[in-house]
Structure formats: C-alpha cells, structure tokens
C-alpha cells in the first residue's frame, strides 16, 4: 500500500514508521527542513514546539514499539525514563523527562532511515481525488505543484493544517478556553538538585487568579508556564523578561526552581498562541466521511490545553488505534494487499468519538470552571462538578482518591470520575473549598510584574 503522510511532526512521523514496519511504502511531506547541524531547531509554524510537554507512559510504548531506535537515540541525547515506586514492589512507567524538540528529532533522525519511508521537503497543495460526489476518493496529494499518488492519505498537519479544511465538518466539540500563557526553559546548574515536585515529572501551583506549572525535561532542562486568564490584560506583561523574572521570584516554589544559584534560563520568554481545545471527526458537512481514503489524526483530531500534558499522549493512542483498524481491514489474500479504507474511515471515526472527543469536553469543562473561578465566581455544588474540583475533593473524601490514578494516567475516561462525583458534591456542599496555592495574588503579582517592566 502506498501512503502519503501530510506533515512530519510526532504524528505524522510514528504513523509513518509503524506502517512502514507494515509492509507499506510510505512518503511523508513537511515544509520544515529538519533540525540543523547546531543550534536552535526552530520549526516554524508550530507555535507549541518549544513549549512544554509531558511524555507519557502511553508515548514512550508506542515508541518503543513503532520506532524502537527512536528510543536509542532519546536516551543518547539525555531522556531520563521515570518510574513511580509500588507499595508491594515494582515500578510503575510514568513516562520520560524529554523536550518536544528533542523527542521530534529523535524521532525524525530515525524515521528517515527507515526502509519504505520517503522524508521530502515540500508543501502540500491539495489532495488528489479519484471520481466526483459520492464515488470520489482520495487518490494521492499534490506538492509544489507535482502529483504524488497514493493509496492513502493521512492528514497529520495539526489543528491549524489547511489543506483538506474544505472537505471536513467543523468542530463538534471543545472553542477558546479563555486561558493564555507564557513559556519559558530552564536548566539546571551542574550538580544543582530540583525544586519541588508534585509527582516524578511535575510541580503545580494554584493560585488566587492564575497557575503556575512546570514540567521536567533531559539533562536538567525545565519549562516554566504561567497561565492566566485571556480576558484580563493586567498580567501581559509576563511576556517581557523582566516581567517574567519579578514573577519567578515572587512566587514561592517556582522562586526555589529559578533562583539563579539553582537554574539559569536558556530561552526568551515564549508566548503561547490562542488556546484552543478542540474535535474534529473524520467527517464533511453531510455526515459521510470527509473523503474516502483519507484519514484525519493527531492535533487534526483532537487538541487539549497544556494543563495535565495530554497532547502527546492523545496523538500515540491515535496512531496505534489506527495502524490496528489497518491490519484488522487488511485482507492478507489480496495481492498486492490494501485496507478496507471506508472501513478504516468509519471504524477510526468512531472510536475517536469515543476515546478522544471525551477529553476535549473534559478539558473544556474544567478550563470554564478555571476562568470562572479567577473571575471570582463560586463553586456551585449543584451542578456538575468539574474533574479538577473532584480530585481536589479527595484531599477531604478519601473515598474519591481510587478513581483518580486511572483518570490521571489516562487509563480510564473522564466519565470514571462519575462514580465518586456525589462525594465532591457533599464536600462542596459542606462549604469546603480548595486552597490556593501560597503566594500572591493576581492582582499582586500584577503590581510585582508591572513595577519590573516600568
């Protein structure tokens, strides 16, 4: 089977790498060059490359499986795996310390090696079409102007990938979450040992207006994020480093991580983009699949805010659900063999309905909860309690706590937390709320960053 693959970031690149593994000839196109010999990759066009992100336990499997040389090269460049400890003995995976940009050219500086994978440099123009209506299916792509033909065509080019936005229904689930954020890395003096941590491969401070996360990479490198509300402007100055600076030392716990007898920062502060949670099906605006013979995946099916590092995680389920719904609609017989790709299409879309478009609701609900709650708006008990607020309320109904480790690893849908949802109901009923954070206040930190600035 031939396949052309849209965009070579993690998506595009895993995909490509496990079919190829699958007896497929595979070519995958992306604007970008690659990494340079030295310095800086600056991968334009992604706006979230240099930002943060948390390898899961669910990325590191699919690596190890789909691209097993991959992980040589990750561990050669410094990724740290991370294990928790079990009460009866053992280990539990939880992940890999790594950036997104090392994990990328990771990958990429092994897919192109790969047997049966073409890597080329060129921007996709359209995707070809064999027949009209309600016959027509995907026939390859064309790029800078040459036809490229292909059995199947995976749209692997993001949530802001324009070139089949035509064919496909708008998003059905998830819009603007109301949060912005600032970026910025870190590492570590040789020898300087971490700040806290509230679990193997993160720390988090929740504050009177705002959040505070940082997320651990390789070699000591470390990402701070500042996240505030979007419609308010008194924080915009944290995208000025002497903004970001007065913040990181006014505020307790990230003050430990950039103290700079512990860390120094590496890059300038990165703004983030409009956050966005969003859903896509593989679908066009009459409800049939979008065309047949292409196939949506990664962030051009599903996107979540960077609060719990979901993003990874989603786009690896994807690619294994997909590289399985081709074998399973793959007749061995045939000769040469070729999936079923209406098949594929259709058994893809519904499980993305069912796996993936839970989480951006999730994560819609919560990102409301967030902004209302900054806003200075109450917790309402007798309406739904968001899932952030359930696992809060395990600090006071342990009865709450056993639903929390499957729901956090991504071993269970959000749905999970209904059962213990009452709980959090009576706990919020009761008049509890959940701290905030020590340290100060929005409006205070507003006055710390404006004063810096000026």
Same mark, same amino acid.
Do not use: K
């Given at each position: 089977m031939r396949v052309a693959v849209i965009g070579a970031g993690p998506a595009g690149l895993m995909l490509g790498a496990g079919l190829a593994r699958r007896g497929a000839t595979v070519t995958l196109f992306d604007r970008d060059p690659g990494p340079p010999e030295q310095g800086v990759w600056p991968r334009k066009g992604v706006m979230q490359f240099h930002h943060a992100h948390a390898i899961r336990p669910q990325v590191v499997s699919t690596a190890q499986r789909e691209a097993p040389g991959a992980m040589a090269r990750l561990l050669a460049a410094g990724a740290e795996p991370?294990?928790?400890?079990?009460?009866?003995?053992?280990?539990?995976?939880?992940?890999?310390?790594?950036?997104?940009?090392?994990?990328?050219?990771?990958?990429?500086?092994?897919?192109?090696?790969?047997p049966g994978i073409d890597l080329r440099r060129g921007h996709v123009d359209a995707v070809r079409m064999?027949?009209?209506?309600?016959?027509?299916?995907?026939?390859?792509?064309?790029?800078?102007?040459?036809?490229?033909?292909?059995?199947?065509?995976?749209?692997?080019?993001?949530?802001?990938?324009?070139?089949?936005?035509?064919?496909?229904?708008?998003?059905?689930?998830?819009?603007?979450?109301?949060?912005?954020?600032?970026?910025?890395?870190y590492q570590l003096h040789p020898g300087a040992g971490p700040g806290p941590l509230v679990n193997p491969l993160a720390w988090q401070g929740n504050f009177d207006g705002y959040q505070c996360l940082i997320f651990t990479h390789e070699r000591g490198i470390f990402s701070v994020l500042l996240v505030r509300p979007s419609d308010r402007r008194d924080l915009v100055d944290l995208r000025f480093e002497s903004g970001f600076d007065a913040a990181a030392r006014a505020i307790p716990g990230l003050s430990d991580w950039t103290h700079p007898d512990r860390s120094r920062p590496i890059t300038s502060v990165l703004p983030g983009g409009t956050m966005l949670n969003a859903y896509r099906s593989q679908r066009g605006p009459d409800g049939s699949l979008a065309l047949p013979g292409l196939v949506f995946v990664g962030d051009a099916v599903c996107t979540t805010t960077p609060n719990f590092g979901r993003g990874l995680a989603t786009t690896m389920l994807q690619v294994d659900e997909l590289?399985?719904?081709?074998?399973?609609?793959?007749?061995?017989?045939?000769?040469?063999?070729?999936?079923?790709?209406?098949?594929?299409?259709?058994?893809?879309?519904? &499980?993305?309905?069912? $796996? $993936?478009?839970? &989480?951006v609701e999730d994560h819609g609900v919560m990102d409301e909860s967030l902004?209302?709650? &900054?806003?200075?708006?109450?917790?309402?008990?007798?309406?739904?309690?968001?899932?952030?607020?359930? $696992?809060?309320?395990?600090?006071?109904?342990?009865?709450?706590?056993?639903?929390?480790?499957?729901?956090?690893?991504?071993?269970?849908?959000?749905?999970?937390?209904?059962?213990?949802?009452?709980?959090?109901?009576?706990?919020?009923?009761?008049? &509890?709320?959940?701290?905030?954070?020590?340290?100060?206040?929005?409006?205070?930190?507003?006055?710390?960053?404006?004063?810096?600035?000026?």
């Open positions: 991370v294990t928790i400890p079990l009460p009866g003995g053992g280990v539990l995976p939880a992940g890999l310390r790594c950036r997104r940009s090392t994990f990328e050219a990771a990958l990429r500086a092994e897919v192109a090696q790969c064999d027949g009209a209506g309600a016959g027509a299916r995907a026939a390859g792509v064309v790029v800078d102007g040459i036809a490229a033909d292909a059995d199947l065509v995976v749209d692997a080019s993001g949530r802001a990938g324009r070139v089949s936005r035509g064919l496909r229904a708008p998003q059905s689930a998830g819009g603007v979450c109301g949060i912005a954020y600032v970026d910025r890395q590289l399985r719904l081709l074998e399973v609609h793959t007749d061995p017989s045939d000769t040469p063999q070729r999936a079923d790709l209406v098949a594929v299409g259709e058994a893809f879309d519904t &499980w993305t309905e069912a $796996m $993936m478009r839970p &989480w902004r209302r709650r &900054w806003a200075g708006e109450d917790i309402d008990p007798s309406g739904p309690i968001p899932s952030n607020l359930i $696992m809060e309320a395990a600090a006071v109904d342990p009865r709450i706590q056993p639903v929390i480790g499957p729901y956090v690893a991504m071993l269970a849908l959000p749905t999970s937390l209904q059962a213990v949802e009452p709980y959090a109901r009576a706990v919020y009923a009761g008049g &509890w709320r959940p701290p905030y954070s020590d340290g100060p206040t929005r409006a205070e930190l507003a006055r710390v960053v404006a004063g810096a600035v000026t």
